[in-house]
């Protein structure tokens, strides 16, 4: 059906006897930079803006990400090279609220929130199919709109393009775009009416 | 003789090339020699394996697409190969979707743990499920389980290029415990020796009692995933129950051919392949039937399901 997956396999099978006994590698471990940008904007974005809302905006209050992966540091495993990123957290962190929309308003207390969003880090991921990459970011997200029941939806970004060198660079920029695909389709839900409505 | 993981070296980078690996697995080929990959147990090894810890490892965090295949060579296969790849990601997402809360280390481990219960010597004390992040995990794993042995299946699974079926390949490891038998060296420094090996492979087609009946790919991701994912947490629930008969199976039936020799048919057995493209890519010979399945013996050893 798949003559690669087969392929594969038989690969792995033919290869054991002892054919590949001058081809073997080693292991590289490339740790991925992914973090926050250190410049003001990134620390103007968490400030609360309590002060300055205006009546009517909806009020949302985030609380910290999650990290509810089963590993929290690999990224992509393969024989020949590991892709591994530290505390992602913070990253996710500020991709979420540098995000906010003038729309809404976001509020450091809870309580003055008319939504509390908890996201929750499903999946943070590379593969490889072919010479394409791709970049999978998974999210879940509780809402809570005024201290109601709350509503869990789970939102996935992604990035798929062609791999040019393998550079970390360049899985770094994959894992940025899927990250920030997730954090749109996050945002144009808050920015719904429909969807508050629905919360 | 060379530990399996070596060879995933390679295969993986096939797997997983850019643009420049790609070109180098291709001149890769001949570094291929052709010799059974299978490392049977015999019964005196099962016998002194004593207690069995079992690791399902998995190095995805989500159901795969595979890769798409185009005909002819160069810089435009490259890049049609990778729209396509490019398409088959994203239409893979609503199957992704589905399965989100989907734990299949989970069901592999409960379907192994009932099909070796049967098994005198090969019953699991204890088994689970993990990230395999880097090759030390290996010789990690066996060290902690101390004089325990090891069972390690590397498992993966992903949806076939047309969307029609899944695909579940595994490659399972015995490793014996401290001071138990001696195992068959490895190599490389972080792999721990073994006694036995074999690679499994099993596609299961959409259930055609399901009303199979679009053809765009997008149309077919959507199919599997309705209901929440009822259709793909089946059939891939289905993959995994035989992934499991398979590996008791070949743990407990047909030793190795004699001389380091190809799997050869037995006289008389019926020829086998696993595999629609022309030629099939595996071939073999049948081994096993029952209830529309085939099971087919390849020449390395490794053991194939297909049928409806």
């Known amino acids: 059906m798949n003559s690669a997956f087969y392929v594969s396999l038989l690969l792995v099978g033919f290869a054991f006897g002892g054919g590949f006994a001058g081809c073997s590698t080693e292991m590289t471990t490339s740790h991925l930079t992914l973090e ?4 003001s904007s990134a620390v103007a974005v968490r400030a609360p803006v309590s002060a300055s809302i205006a009546p009517g905006t909806l009020c949302v209050a985030w609380r910290p990400t999650q990290d509810c992966r089963p590993d929290k540091t690999s990224l992509a495993r393969f024989p020949s090279q590991t892709y591994v990123a530290d505390d992602v957290l913070p990253w996710v962190d500020h991709a979420l609220h540098a995000a906010n929309d003038a729309r809404f308003a976001t509020v450091e207390n809870p309580i003055q929130a008319d939504v509390v969003v908890t996201p929750r880090l499903r999946m943070l991921y590379l593969e490889f199919l072919d010479v394409t990459k791709c970049a999978v970011v998974v999210i879940e997200v509780e809402f809570s709109y005024r201290g109601q029941p709350t509503i869990t939806k789970t939102y996935r970004g992604q990035y798929a ?39 | ?83 396509n790849a490019n398409r088959a990601e994203k239409d893979i997402t609503f199957v992704r979707d589905a399965l989100v809360n989907y734990q299949p280390g989970e069901v592999v481990a409960t379907d192994l743990r009932g099909t070796l219960a049967t098994l005198p010597g090969l019953a699991l004390a ?4 993990r990230q395999i992040t880097n090759d030390e995990d290996f010789n990690t794993w066996t060290a902690e389980a101390g004089n325990n042995s090891v069972m390690l299946v590397d498992l993966d699974y992903s949806l076939s290029p047309d969307f029609t079926a899944v695909e579940v390949a595994a490659t399972v490891w015995i490793h014996p415990g401290t001071g138990r038998l001696a195992g068959i060296p490895a190599n490389g420094p972080d792999l721990p020796s073994f006694i036995y090996f074999n ?11 399901q009303g199979w009946s679009v053809n765009e790919i997008q149309e077919r991701a959507q199919q599997w995933s309705q209901n929440n994912g009822q259709i793909i947490r089946a059939t891939l629930g289905s993959a995994f129950q035989e992934l499991a008969s398979m590996i008791a199976y070949d743990l407990n039936h047909t030793p190795a051919p004699a001389n380091n020799e190809l799997y050869d048919a037995p006289r008389g057995a019926e020829k086998g392949w696993a595999g629609l493209t022309d030629p099939p890519a595996v071939r073999g010979y049948v081994e ?11 020449e390395s050893g490794g053991l194939f399901a297909i049928g409806q």
Request: aromatic share 4%; hydrophobic share 45%.
């Open chain 1, 36 to 39: 926050p940008p250190t410049d």
């Open chain 1, 161 to 199: 393009g062609l791999n040019w060198a393998g550079s970390d660079a360049e899985m770094e920029r994959a894992l940025r775009s899927a990250l920030a695909t997730c954090v749109d389709k996050i945002m144009a839900d808050l920015n719904s009416p429909a969807w508050i409505k629905a919360i």
């Open chain 2, 1 to 83: 003789m060379n530990h399996p993981a070596a060879s995933l070296v390679l295969c993986n980078r096939i797997v997983q090339s850019n643009l420049l690996l790609f070109a180098v697995s291709l001149l890769l080929g001949g570094c291929v020699s052709i010799h059974p990959s299978r490392v049977p147990i015999s019964d005196q090894s099962i016998k002194d394996l004593g207690p069995i810890n079992a690791i399902i490892g998995l190095r995805q965090q989500e159901i795969k697409a595979t890769a798409v295949n185009v005909k002819g060579m160069g810089l435009g296969v490259e890049i049609g190969e990778s729209l």
């Open chain 2, 126 to 129: 204890h088994i689970d499920t």
């Open chain 2, 199 to 209: 690679s499994f492979g099993v596609t299961v087609p959409f259930p055609s009692h």
């Open chain 2, 288 to 298: 096993h039937k029952a209830n529309g399945r085939i099971w087919v013996r390849a």
